[in-house]
C-alpha cells in the first residue's frame, strides 16, 4: 500500500469495506385492499403485499439470509387525522403480529408516517395557521407519538418516523417511554 494511506489518521477513511445480508433491510408495502401482489411502476421489483400474504414473503426473505424489513402501509381508509394509522387493528399493526408470529427472530421496522393514511397527503394534522391553511407542529407530533406506540405495542422492533416535523424524535421518545417501551 501506498505509504501515504498507512497514516493513523488516514487508515479509517481507505480501509476495506465489507457489504453482507446482515447490513440490508428489505422494504415491504402492505396494501389492505390488495388481493395479490400488485407491482409498483415506478419502484421496479417492488410490490405491495396483500396483508395475507407478508408472513410468508418475510419467511422467503428470512430463507434467503435477510434479517430486517421495513413496512409500510396502505390502509383501505383515509381520513384527514390519520386515524387507521394508529388503530390498533391497522394493516401495520397486523402486518406486524403475523410477522412476529411467523419469523420471531425478524427485526421489524415501521414507518411511524400519516400521509398515505391522511385524505388530504399530508403527513400530519393539517389546520388553520397564520398565514392560512397549513400543516400542525404540535397536534402532527401528538399523531406520530399515537402511531409509533401503536407500532412499538404491536411488536415492531424499530419504529422509524419519516416525516419532518420539529422535536419529533423527542415527542416520539418521551411517548414510548411513558408506554414501558424504553428500548
Known amino acids: 500500500r501506498l505509504r501515504r494511506l498507512r497514516g493513523r489518521l488516514i487508515q479509517p477513511l481507505v480501509r476495506e469495506h465489507a457489504l453482507s445480508k446482515n ?3 428489505a422494504p415491504l408495502f402492505i ?3 390488495a388481493d395479490s401482489p400488485v407491482p409498483i411502476p415506478s419502484m ?10 407478508i408472513a410468508m414473503v418475510v419467511e422467503g426473505l428470512k430463507e434467503k439470509g435477510l434479517r430486517a424489513v421495513l413496512l409500510f402501509g396502505i390502509p ?13 387493528d391497522g394493516v401495520i399493526q397486523e402486518a406486524v403480529r403475523s ?8 427485526v421489524v421496522i415501521t414507518d411511524v408516517c400519516a400521509c398515505e393514511y391522511t385524505d ?6 393539517v389546520g388553520e395557521g397564520p398565514c392560512g391553511l397549513d400543516l400542525l407542529n404540535d397536534p402532527s407530533l401528538a399523531l406520530m ?8 405495542c404491536a411488536g415492531a ?15 416520539i421518545r418521551q411517548a414510548l417511554d411513558d408506554e414501558g417501551f424504553p428500548d
Open 120 to 125: 388530504h397527503g399530508h403527513c400530519g394534522i
Open 44 to 53: 421496479p421489483g417492488q410490490v405491495r403485499y396483500p396483508p395475507g400474504d
Open 99 to 106: 410477522i412476529k408470529a411467523a419469523v420471531p427472530d425478524m
Open 145 to 152: 407519538a399515537q402511531i409509533a406506540v401503536s407500532h412499538a
Open 31 to 33: 396494501d389492505e385492499t
Open 76 to 88: 383501505a381508509r383515509k381520513d384527514p387525522t390519520a386515524s387507521e394509522a394508529y388503530n390498533p
Open 23 to 25: 447490513d440490508l433491510v
Open 157 to 171: 422492533d424499530i419504529v422509524a418516523p419519516s416525516c419532518m416535523l420539529d422535536g419529533m424524535v423527542a415527542y
